[in-house]
């Protein structure tokens, strides 16, 4: 069936690069999706890569996908404290209804 | 525009006792869903609307209700509430025609049940 993985969590030191990894199942899936929460909130739409794509770039933002694999990563420049939250993973699947990973946490650490 | 609004943001509940979650979006969305989310288990999909007038059920939908009277509002109910059911509910909509999919999160409800 469709599942979406990726760790719990990840500590980085502030201004370092951060890596959170998310591996998926479902090879049709048009979008893949990096969404943030921060403490107390609900989830926002961090980017986004259409699955013919290899790579997005958006400022601090590198999303890479390997559709061989079916991995996808999210790489965030130059970490701030600003940065800590919980980064959730989603492939698109049927019906408009997104599968999600369990979340990562990104601790920043000074 | 205000997005996707909860109502309430914290509630605390007996067991056996009923509550309605409320989820309101002005963007013209066609679908909506309500999530729960629960510490390392991500969001858990309990149903879901493709338009006015029509429910679905998500991956855990028992003990829930939905209905979706008015395109703009989708409503979340829990008819006996149990210790289980103690979670963060999350609304979301989406769909615009030709949009990537993006599904809008409301703030959450923060639910106790006792």
């Known amino acids: ?110 | 525009n205000a997005g996707v609004t909860q109502t309430p943001k914290f509630r605390v509940l007996k067991t056996g006792q009923s509550m309605t979650l409320l989820c309101a979006q002005d963007m013209n969305h066609e679908y909506m869903y309500w999530y729960r989310q629960d510490p390392g288990m991500g969001l858990r999909l309990i149903h879901y609307s493709v338009g006015e007038g029509t429910t679905a059920k998500g991956e855990v939908p028992d003990g829930y209700n939905v209905s979706r009277l008015k395109k703009q509002n989708f409503l979340l109910g829990l008819e006996s509430a149990a210790p289980s059911q103690t979670s963060v509910y999350f609304c979301a909509s989406s769909y615009r025609l030709g949009s990537n999919n993006e599904q809008f999160f409301g703030p959450g409800t923060r639910l106790t049940v006792l």
């Open chain 1, 1 to 110: 069936g469709e599942d979406v993985e990726q760790s719990l969590f990840l500590s980085v030191r502030e201004g370092d690069s951060s890596v959170i990894n998310c591996t998926y199942t479902d090879s049709s899936s048009t979008y893949l999706y990096w969404y943030k929460q921060e403490p107390g909130a609900g989830l926002q739409l961090l980017t986004y890569i259409f699955s013919n794509m290899d790579m997005k770039q958006d400022q601090r933002l590198t999303v890479l996908l390997n559709k061989k694999d079916k991995h996808l990563s999210l790489r965030i420049a130059d970490t701030q404290t600003g940065d800590s939250a919980i980064y959730f993973c989603a492939e698109s699947g049927s019906n408009y209804q997104l599968i999600w990973g369990a979340g990562t946490k990104l601790i920043i650490k000074p």
